[in-house]
């Protein structure tokens, strides 16, 4: 029975946790100026958006396209770099083990999950509990290999550098999104290729990046066609990547509503909430 339950839940997690291919994602947005400096090249416009992720304390971003094995995605999150926490709300309609709108919370190294895929299974509770015990060990933390947490622990802007990977960057032209004028570019890049981009960043950074990458070789996707759009203050606006894999389609688009502003995130009522490592330990008591 144990084994049952700690299965059940790790496959919640893990379809929640989804969310964070999340985790492919751009930089910063805001309402910023109009279009890129003329001397400004598209290697170093894309060079200098990039750049700007270094320096983020939070933001708040849509995410919407077709992932590998889970289909169709929507959508909506915001985190903050210190202390680190992530909310997301999404949808997976063509994932059966996923009912309506799955809520993910993740505050220090507790994974919350909520929403109709985990309520009525709980004794009435409506959101589920789970620790790094239960998601790959206190060992690895946030860094642990079990979806759920590891994807949501991720930070979205570290790949917005990717594009700098890309050996033939060039401009589009300019587009308006959500009223902000921005520069359009495109390039497509292998992993070997952002690898290489990165090797001369600091150990931090390639270690971010590299988290990043991961997930798309568990996917089985090599290379990448990608699309990044600018705004007048140098933020990426929306960042698009797209390819295909071992597993299916990867299309992800993802559009940054804004950045550096206040993100309140907290832990949802006790009352409301299972802990699977107290029912853990009540299960093995029994």
Known sequence: MK???????????????????LLASGATACAGGSGESPAMSPVAAVAKAAKKTEAISSLRWKMTGVTPEEGHVEAEAAMRMKPPAMSMKISMPDDPEVKGTVEMRVIGKALYIGGSSVAGEMDGKSWMKLGVSELGGADKGLNSDSKGLAEADRNPTSESAFLTGAKDVERVGTETIDGVKTTHYKGTATLDDLRDSFKDESKATRERREKSMKQYEDMGVDSFAMDMWVDGDDHTKRFRMRGDGDKGKLDLTLTFVDYNKPVTITAPPAKDTMDLAEMMKDLDEA
Do not use: E, F, N, P
């Open 3 to 21: 084994t049952a339950v700690r299965g059940s839940a790790r496959r919640r997690a893990t379809g929640a946790g989804l969310a964070a291919l």
